[in-house]
DNA sequence: GCCCTCTTGTTCGAT
DNA sequence: ACAAGAGGGC
């Protein structure tokens, strides 16, 4: 096997390299995740390392399956075990074997936001704040800073005993702990922070894990914060075969923590280090490669490079004004339906946008034309009621001391158990310093229940019973398949008989197989890797493999990936650069560098749009293009409206792609309906949104305009001939 | 304990 | 624009 065939010289050095550190800096689409994919196969074939000497940390989980399916591919041998994933995924493998050392049980649950909110909301009210003042999500974004930064609550109340405030902070801090410890609970950042103290505390642990990992890889080292670094540094202590790849141009999770001096001072920290720059691209089109180093450029903190590749020129990058976020979105659509004419499938295709509300319009205009699409991140399947439902249900058998999943489900489906109740239960709890669950074993020494509550609670904690003891004897489809039915959730569904519930019902059946999914990948997981490997799932990893289609997504999430043709869409003042980065230098620089990963996506076309008036939070105002347009020099653009040599978004002419020119645009699909058969009181089925009545009709030319309730999204307005609908025959 | 209406914040990005 | 949550009435 020859692991260097068409590598270049600087990408063979990395893959040769022997021992010690090593620092990979890496431009955008230069090869790396080749480089190590081909690093790990040469040190288990040719230098004979056992895989399970190897840890390798990515970004998302879909990245590790992907890394590892190359190497497995590059050797034909067994990659299983590789330890390959994300911070948080690696972190929790190690701590359900350990935990306990540390004071946790083994069956913690971890929290995701809503649960941290809701364990905010409690501690707020305990401490009788103003909830005004104490915004929940700006707590948990300072007190999460604060945990990766290692400050524990007590050093921060002492420093800022003087401010009111900041003191109670401080006091929310400390009670938001207590209370994840009383529920046997982690937050995300809990996953690293617990790891460091387990081998802080356990120098076993640790010495076991540093003599495993003999080499340890870390992509998108950029991106990695304090405690995340210390995590990694602690692990390659012992062999110091640590290998680091990132790009500080790359930067874009300053506000999570992400530090970008981790990059910066890995020298220091490491001496020896070994760095090895890769400046070639083979990504993009020269065109797209200079209009992304002419952006970046522009960032005054940042490592001098200039990417450079082989890549045919190309062509040069559109620039296109659109009159509003309806036009934009028919321009991409218009643009697509063209490209695909010339060849191109959809799934060739990126929208990349700054926000998630911006995807609505583009949603609509791919479902009006029927273009085939998935939306990574936005509405998700895993925030849907009834699926965080019977996650609860699961993480409070998997983990009774869970008062946080426990008060979501106690009363649903309803079973007459309500706050008075449940106030009752937690302040004798709170008392006894117990969890909701365990004093219902005392349910006779609660004052003030009624009979009634009393013998709710009773089988309350009888099926909760029961569940516990039948996890242990059941695979996790069956067992998740029995709580459902069990806990009544089906069967209220069932009765209540709407479309809601109907959607609801899918939802969960579309549960159940992802746990028939889980179940095929790990013959052995428990409920415990079931539900860790959900909750660790990242946007990227949740979007369905649908074939052939094209992807909407934030350019966050489009990190690591390319494409061959890239909208980069609603490039604007105040909507990217994002307002709130206007007034500090380094929130600017973030967002270039946000721009500059968004660029380097592209492959071979990249269209860069603006719209002039722009809706937020339902209130419509001029814009002005994005300063990073202006940072694109004159020559390298084209705009298919524009006239010669204007670049002020003025002068550009709005083209009008009114209605005739939508429903004219030819994607594949012809309506099946025929104008005579359809009208008011119609049944129809759509392809998106489902049954539906008309509600009216009107004649357009030799069209049909429809309005049409949908049973589920509500009224629409559509045009016969391109609606993707079918007539439902009478029942 | 449940249901309805009114208010509020949401959307910067995410494991 | 819209959903979620609070608060009041029954």
């Given at each position: 096997?020859?692991?260097?065939?068409?590598?270049?010289?600087?990408?063979?050095?990395?893959?040769?390299?022997?021992?010690?550190?090593?620092?990979?800096?890496?431009?955008?689409?230069?090869?790396?995740?080749?480089?190590?994919?081909?690093?790990?196969?040469?040190?288990?074939?040719?230098?004979?390392?056992?895989?399970?000497?190897?840890?390798?940390?990515?970004?998302?989980?879909?990245?590790?399956?992907?890394?590892?399916?190359?190497?497995?591919?590059?050797?034909?041998?067994?990659?299983?075990?590789?330890?390959?994933?994300?911070?948080?995924?690696?972190?929790?493998?190690?701590?359900?074997?350990?935990?306990?050392?540390?004071?946790?049980?083994?069956?913690?649950?971890?929290?995701?936001?809503?649960?941290?909110?809701?364990?905010?909301?409690?501690?707020?009210?305990?401490?009788?704040?103003?909830?005004?003042?104490?915004?929940?999500?700006?707590?948990?974004?300072?007190?999460?800073?604060?945990?990766?930064?290692?400050?524990?609550?007590?050093?921060?109340?002492?420093?800022?005993?003087?401010?009111?405030?900041?003191?109670?902070?401080?006091?929310?801090?400390?009670?938001?702990?207590?209370?994840?410890?009383?529920?046997?609970?982690?937050?995300?950042?809990?996953?690293?922070?617990?790891?460091?103290?387990?081998?802080?505390?356990?120098?076993?642990?640790?010495?076991?894990?540093?003599?495993?990992?003999?080499?340890?890889?870390?992509?998108?080292?950029?991106?990695?914060?304090?405690?995340?670094?210390?995590?990694?540094?602690?692990?390659?202590?012992?062999?110091?075969?640590?290998?680091?790849?990132?790009?500080?141009?790359?930067?874009?999770?300053?506000?999570?923590?992400?530090?970008?001096?981790?990059?910066?001072?890995?020298?220091?920290?490491?001496?020896?280090?070994?760095?090895?720059?890769?400046?070639?691209?083979?990504?993009?089109?020269?065109?797209?490669?200079?209009?992304?180093?002419?952006?970046?450029?522009?960032?005054?903190?940042?490592?001098?490079?200039?990417?450079?590749?082989?890549?045919?020129?190309?062509?040069?990058?559109?620039?296109?004004?659109?009159?509003?976020?309806?036009?934009?979105?028919?321009?991409?659509?218009?643009?697509?339906?063209?490209?695909?004419?010339?060849?191109?499938?959809?799934?060739?295709?990126?929208?990349?946008?700054?926000?998630?509300?911006?995807?609505?319009?583009?949603?609509?205009?791919?479902?009006?034309?029927?273009?085939?699409?998935?939306?990574?991140?936005?509405?998700?399947?895993?925030?849907?009621?009834?699926?965080?439902?019977?996650?609860?249900?699961?993480?409070?058998?998997?983990?009774?001391?869970?008062?946080?999943?426990?008060?979501?489900?106690?009363?649903?489906?309803?079973?007459?158990?309500?706050?008075?109740?449940?106030?009752?239960?937690?302040?004798?709890?709170?008392?006894?310093?117990?969890?909701?669950?365990?004093?219902?074993?005392?349910?006779?020494?609660?004052?003030?229940?009624?009979?009634?509550?009393?013998?709710?609670?009773?089988?309350?904690?009888?099926?909760?019973?029961?569940?516990?003891?039948?996890?242990?004897?059941?695979?996790?489809?069956?067992?998740?398949?029995?709580?459902?039915?069990?806990?009544?959730?089906?069967?209220?569904?069932?009765?209540?008989?709407?479309?809601?519930?109907?959607?609801?019902?899918?939802?969960?059946?579309?549960?159940?197989?992802?746990?028939?999914?889980?179940?095929?990948?790990?013959?052995?997981?428990?409920?415990?890797?079931?539900?860790?490997?959900?909750?660790?799932?990242?946007?990227?990893?949740?979007?369905?493999?649908?074939?052939?289609?094209?992807?909407?997504?934030?350019?966050?999430?489009?990190?690591?990936?390319?494409?061959?043709?890239?909208?980069?869409?609603?490039?604007?003042?105040?909507?990217?650069?994002?307002?709130?980065?206007?007034?500090?230098?380094?929130?600017?620089?973030?967002?270039?560098?946000?721009?500059?990963?968004?660029?380097?996506?592209?492959?071979?076309?990249?269209?860069?749009?603006?719209?002039?008036?722009?809706?937020?939070?339902?209130?419509?105002?001029?814009?002005?293009?994005?300063?990073?347009?202006?940072?694109?020099?004159?020559?390298?653009?084209?705009?298919?409206?524009?006239?010669?040599?204007?670049?002020?978004?003025?002068?550009?002419?709005?083209?009008?792609?009114?209605?005739?020119?939508?429903?004219?645009?030819?994607?594949?699909?012809?309506?099946?309906?025929?104008?005579?058969?359809?009208?008011?009181?119609?049944?129809?089925?759509?392809?998106?949104?489902?049954?539906?009545?008309?509600?009216?009709?009107?004649?357009?030319?030799?069209?049909?305009?429809l309005v049409i309730a949908f049973d589920k999204v509500g009224l629409k307005r559509l045009l016969l001939s391109i609606a993707p609908i079918e007539i439902v025959k009478g029942e």
């Open positions: 096997m020859d692991y260097l065939k068409g590598l270049n010289d600087r990408q063979k050095e990395a893959v040769l390299h022997g021992e010690g550190p090593l620092l990979i800096l890496a431009g955008a689409g230069s090869g790396k995740t080749r480089v190590l994919t081909h690093r790990i196969a040469y040190l288990i074939e040719e230098r004979g390392i056992f895989p399970g000497n190897i840890l390798a940390i990515t970004f998302t989980n879909k990245a590790a399956n992907e890394m590892k399916e190359r190497v497995a591919h590059l050797l034909d041998d067994n990659v299983e075990d590789i330890w390959m994933g994300t911070f948080h995924s690696v972190c929790v493998r190690i701590l359900r074997r350990d935990i306990d050392k540390i004071g946790y049980e083994r069956s913690f649950s971890i929290y995701d936001r809503d649960d941290q909110i809701t364990l905010m909301k409690e501690c707020i009210k305990e401490l009788n704040l103003n909830k005004d003042m104490f915004n929940e999500r700006s707590l948990l974004n300072v007190i999460s800073s604060l945990k990766d930064k290692m400050t524990p609550p007590d050093s921060y109340i002492n420093q800022n005993y003087g401010d009111y405030y900041y003191r109670n902070v401080g006091e929310l801090y400390a009670l938001y702990e207590k209370k994840l410890k009383q529920n046997n609970a982690l937050d995300f950042d809990d996953l690293i922070i617990k790891t460091i103290e387990l081998f802080n505390k356990s120098p076993q642990v640790l010495d076991y894990y540093q003599k495993k990992f003999k080499y340890i890889f870390v992509d998108e080292f950029q991106d990695t914060n304090k405690s995340q670094y210390e995590l990694v540094r602690l692990l390659s202590q012992w062999y110091k075969n640590l290998c680091v790849v990132g790009d500080d141009d790359q930067s874009i999770y300053g506000w999570r923590g992400a530090d970008i001096t981790n990059i910066l001072n890995f020298e220091k920290d490491f001496p020896n280090t070994k760095i090895i720059k890769l400046e070639q691209n083979y990504r993009s089109t020269k065109n797209i490669l200079e209009v992304a180093n002419h952006v970046i450029k522009n960032n005054y903190d940042r490592k001098d490079k200039r990417l450079w590749t082989e890549n045919e020129k190309g062509q040069k990058v559109v620039v296109e004004g659109l009159s509003d976020s309806d036009e934009e979105a028919y321009f991409v659509v218009n643009k697509i339906g063209e490209l695909m004419k010339e060849g191109y499938k959809p799934s060739d295709f990126a929208v990349l946008y700054r926000t998630n509300a911006q995807s609505r319009s583009f949603e609509e205009a791919f479902i009006k034309n029927n273009i085939p699409y998935k939306i990574v991140g936005g509405l998700r399947f895993y925030d849907r009621k009834e699926i965080k439902d019977i996650i609860a249900y699961l993480k409070l058998i998997q983990n009774p001391v869970d008062d946080i999943s426990l008060k979501r489900i106690i009363n649903v489906p309803r079973r007459g158990i309500g706050n008075a109740t449940l106030e009752k239960l937690e302040e004798y709890a709170r008392e006894d310093g117990e969890s909701i669950y365990s004093v219902l074993f005392n349910i006779d020494e609660i004052p003030g229940l009624s009979a009634r509550a009393k013998n709710s609670l009773m089988k309350f904690m009888n099926m909760i019973n029961k569940f516990i003891a039948m996890k242990e004897v059941m695979g996790v489809r069956d067992f998740i398949e029995e709580v459902i039915y069990g806990v009544g959730y089906i069967k209220e569904l069932e009765e209540d008989g709407s479309l809601e519930a109907r959607t609801r019902l899918d939802n969960i059946k579309e549960f159940l197989s992802v746990a028939v999914d889980f179940e095929m990948r790990n013959p052995d997981g428990s409920l415990e890797d079931f539900l860790a490997n959900i909750s660790l799932l990242s946007d990227i990893d949740k979007t369905e493999d649908v074939d052939n289609s094209v992807t909407l997504l934030t350019v966050h999430s489009a990190k690591g990936l390319e494409f061959p043709v890239v909208f980069l869409v609603g490039m604007e003042e105040g909507l990217f650069p994002i307002s709130r980065a206007l007034e500090s230098e380094s929130e600017l620089e973030e967002e270039r560098r946000l721009c500059y990963v968004a660029i380097t996506r592209a492959e071979k076309l990249l269209y860069i749009t603006y719209a002039k008036l722009r809706t937020i939070y339902g209130s419509t105002n001029y814009t002005l293009p994005s300063r990073f347009i202006k940072e694109i020099p004159q020559d390298l653009v084209t705009s298919s409206v524009n006239r010669k040599g204007t670049n002020s978004g003025q002068l550009i002419r709005v083209i009008d792609y009114s209605s005739r020119e939508r429903s004219g645009l030819e994607t594949g699909y012809k309506s099946s309906v025929d104008n005579s058969e359809i009208k008011v009181g119609s049944k129809v089925n759509h392809k998106k949104w489902g049954l539906g009545t008309v509600v009216q009709t009107k004649d357009r030319d030799q069209d049909m305009e």
